[in-house]
């Protein structure tokens, strides 16, 4: 549920956390996660003293979404994969709705419409991260010394990865837009979690023993986030 203090429009979720956490979402949706034994008085609180903090990141999130790509299931139109764009072909006859051969990715005409179009490409990415995600998860767990309970891609709306209190890990179809090392940073961010449920010193220095170079990572899905979108 929308709640709204003054003209900050914001989501509410309370739970066992020790501490809250506001957070400028992909949508640019403000989301305040927050314990349990916190009142709305002491919500709208906190709310009063990150007001300048939520102000420069929407501000910040607008600027980045200007170049926001609309794009269309015609000849030529540019869709993303692992980090590459790859142009559209619309063709006749093919076994599949959508496939990714000789460069291409070739959509079957009959659903070369808006609806159908879109719904080929969320299939398409969905079984290929179905793929890719868990050899990821596989590899980087090994390393970081933890292991999710369950794995699943699927549509986070605006989160790009979720780590439940139990353990199990969600990934957005549109991560595979992402090149692999951005979808390596996102999987090591979501392992971190296990341990370290909160953004605290000690996650980023678990996140940074894996993957020195994160910040970098970070600062691309930050910049180039609005442009992974159907």
């Given at each position: 549920m929308i709640r709204t203090y003054k003209d900050i429009q914001y989501t509410l979720t309370r739970s066992k956390r020790k501490t809250a956490s506001i957070y400028i979402e992909r949508d640019s949706q403000v989301t305040l996660l927050a314990p349990q034994q916190l009142t709305d008085a002491q919500v709208e609180g906190l709310l009063e003293e990150k007001r300048k903090w939520i102000y420069l990141h929407l501000a910040e999130w607008h600027d980045l979404n200007t170049t926001r790509v609309q794009r269309q299931y015609?000849?030529?139109?540019?869709?993303?994969?692992?980090g590459r764009s790859y142009r559209l072909r619309i063709v006749k006859n093919?076994?599949?709705?959508?496939?990714?051969?000789?460069?291409?990715?070739?959509?079957?005409?009959?659903?070369?419409l808006a609806s159908g179009g879109?719904?080929?490409?969320?299939?398409?990415?969905?079984?290929?991260?179905?793929?890719?995600?868990?050899e990821r998860v596989a590899y980087f767990q090994a390393k970081?010394?933890?292991?999710?309970k369950a794995l699943r891609v699927i549509d986070l709306k605006h989160h790009w990865a979720s780590c439940t209190h139990g353990g199990k890990l969600n990934f957005h179809w549109k991560c595979m837009m992402a090149p692999?090392?951005?979808?390596?940073y996102?999987?090591?961010?979501?392992?971190a979690h296990i341990r370290y449920p909160n953004h605290t010193?000690?996650?980023?220095?678990?996140?940074?023993?894996?993957?020195?170079?994160?910040?970098e990572r970070k600062e691309?899905?930050?910049?180039h986030g609005a442009g992974m979108d159907l």
């Open positions: 015609v000849n030529g139109e540019g869709f993303l994969y692992l093919q076994a599949e709705p959508l496939m990714l051969k000789d460069g291409y990715f070739c959509l079957r005409s009959a659903e070369s879109e719904a080929a490409y969320r299939a398409f990415y969905r079984t290929k991260g179905a793929v890719k995600i868990p970081m010394g933890v292991e999710p692999a090392t951005v979808l390596d996102i999987v090591v961010h979501e392992l010193a000690a996650f980023w220095n678990e996140v940074d023993k894996v993957m020195p170079d994160y910040q691309w899905l930050r910049g």
